[in-house]
């Protein structure tokens, strides 16, 4: 069936136009990586709520979910051009032009032909967004160290010169950072903090980075001793960093998981198992204080001569921070914007004086309101940067079945016809009205129902970013692929040709 002569011939014909496309798709790739900037397009995307364009900015508030718009438009848009033109140069174009009939005079037989030139399209696609998925992976390594390690962000990259090390090593050791105090000074000015808020944000990512060594260690064990066990489900065996910081007792069960967890805090084995310890009283301390707080308040209620004291909760906490940040601005005579993006100014006397007229707040409450937002913003900066290799093959992988199902259509269209002018409005009109559509629908939220009438549907990228249910659209695409694919083989080999 494979005819080596057709193959070369393929390739001549068509790896300047793969070539372009590819180095095209993954500069653009490489360029939404190498250029993301977490804490400006959480800016975008919060002026943009509400608007047409929410949808679109939405996702931008992490690495991967910016990458989302290259998947469904700029790559979709690129394989269209790609698989329309090579599909209708391969087979229709040589039909037009009558280059097929010396082709077939030759003794390949013409389902020789059509299987080669089908399987050299697909291979090319194949090849094309290997190398862009690679290209990507590249890039987000380069920058910011995220594939195969933690990300190197502001503060490391500022630690790694007062402490003489390489990034790469300080990321992986962040517990050098705290025992060096100009490392901590240039780190947490770097994020636009205080050394306060700085020590507790770093002290979080690494109490949290030990659960997850743990956790994977935890895992591996119990994948051990379950592997066989078909009554439980792979999400009971798994344990995860946040079931850790519920239940930390299950670290002390395991001698490796303490190994794994005190080498990311730079302790021995003994002080990471006393740390655990202090955890567990630590929950159970706090339990108990919910329980006497509740209690408290209750009581307060009932005695109608005890002042009412200003209470910090999740409903006016956001209202809270913005009357401080409000009247801190006036107080210091600047720009609220400007105490937005540095809050370390409202510690200052003044703006903390301010601070309390304004919400009624003491300036202890005041001060850990204010830490907790530096480093709740720092800690949304980390996960904007983190990387999810899965997520991303499947985005990848996704697009690829996509960008296939796509080309099945315009190489079933160039069998089917044998003017190139048909073939082109068939195989090239249909992929690019999908994409039409798919742009209509992201722009239009009353638009829903058009995705009932576009393949893109069938990549999901929302459900994939969520790791939800997108599974069988990638199914149904490569169905579709496959029978296109092995129609235009059938009808290829069966049809009168005008040679």
């Known amino acids: 069936m494979f005819s080596k002569p057709i193959f070369k011939q393929s390739l001549k014909a068509n790896w300047k136009l793969w070539l372009i496309i590819t180095i095209v798709a993954s500069g653009i790739l490489s360029g939404f990586i190498l250029s993301y900037d977490a804490e400006g397009y959480a800016s975008i995307a919060a002026a943009a709520e509400g608007t047409a364009f929410s949808s679109i900015f939405s996702s931008m508030t992490s690495l991967l979910g910016s990458l989302e718009n290259f998947y469904k438009l700029i790559a979709v848009i690129l394989g269209i051009v790609y698989v329309v033109f090579t599909a209708n140069n391969l087979v229709v174009n040589e ?35 290997v190398i862009v998925s690679l290209a990507g992976l590249g890039a987000s390594q380069l920058q910011y160290n995220n594939v195969t390690g933690y990300p190197i962000t502001d503060d490391v990259t500022a630690a790694a010169e007062p402490l003489n090390q390489d990034e790469r090593y300080v990321s992986e050791r962040l517990y050098l950072i705290q025992d060096d105090e100009q490392a901590m000074r240039e780190a947490a000015a770097a994020r636009d903090m205080d050394t306060d808020a700085y020590s507790i944000y770093l002290e979080d990512v690494i109490n949290e980075r030990s659960y997850e060594e743990a956790a994977e260690i935890i895992t591996d064990e119990r994948w051990d001793i379950y592997e066989d066990d078909e009554d439980l489900e792979d999400e009971e065996i798994e344990i995860t960093a946040e079931e850790l910081t519920e239940n930390p007792a299950l670290i002390l069960e395991s001698n490796d998981a303490l190994a794994a967890g005190a080498r990311v805090q730079g302790t021995s084995v003994n002080e990471y198992h006393q740390f655990v310890t202090d955890e567990i009283k630590a929950l159970e301390t706090e339990g108990e204080s919910e329980t006497a707080q509740v209690a408290t308040q209750e009581n307060e209620e009932a005695n109608e001569n005890t002042q009412p004291t200003a209470m910090i909760t999740e409903d006016n906490a956001e209202l809270l921070l913005q009357m401080m940040i409000d009247s801190s601005a006036v107080a210091l005579n600047v720009n609220s914007d400007q105490v937005s993006e540095n809050m370390t100014l409202i510690k200052d006397d003044n703006a903390l004086v301010a601070s309390m007229e304004a919400t009624g707040l ?16 720092a800690r949304s900066v980390d996960d904007a940067l983190a990387f999810d290799s899965e997520t991303y093959f499947w985005l990848s992988l996704g697009l ?68 939800g249910e997108f599974g069988w659209g990638l199914v149904a695409l490569g169905v579709i692929a496959f029978v296109l694919y092995a129609a235009s083989n059938v009808i290829f080999t069966k049809k009168d040709l005008p040679l």
């Open 362 to 377: 003491n300036e202890e409450q005041i001060i850990s309101m204010v830490n907790h937002a530096m480093v709740s913003s």
């Open 400 to 467: 690829l079945a996509l960008i296939l199902a796509m080309s099945s259509i315009s190489f079933f269209a160039s069998t089917l016809f044998n003017r190139t002018g048909l073939a082109l409005a068939i195989g090239g009109g249909i992929p690019f009205a999908f994409f039409l559509l798919t742009m209509v629908q992201q722009l239009m939220d009353s638009a829903e129902t058009l995705e009932y009438f576009t393949l893109t549907s069938l990549f999901d990228t929302d459900e994939i970013l969520a790791s």
């Open 95 to 129: 039909v037009d032009s009558g280059s097929m009939a010396y082709t077939l005079s030759t003794p390949i037989k013409r389902s020789s032909v059509v299987f080669t030139k089908s399987l050299y399209l697909i291979l090319s696609v194949i090849l094309m967004y």
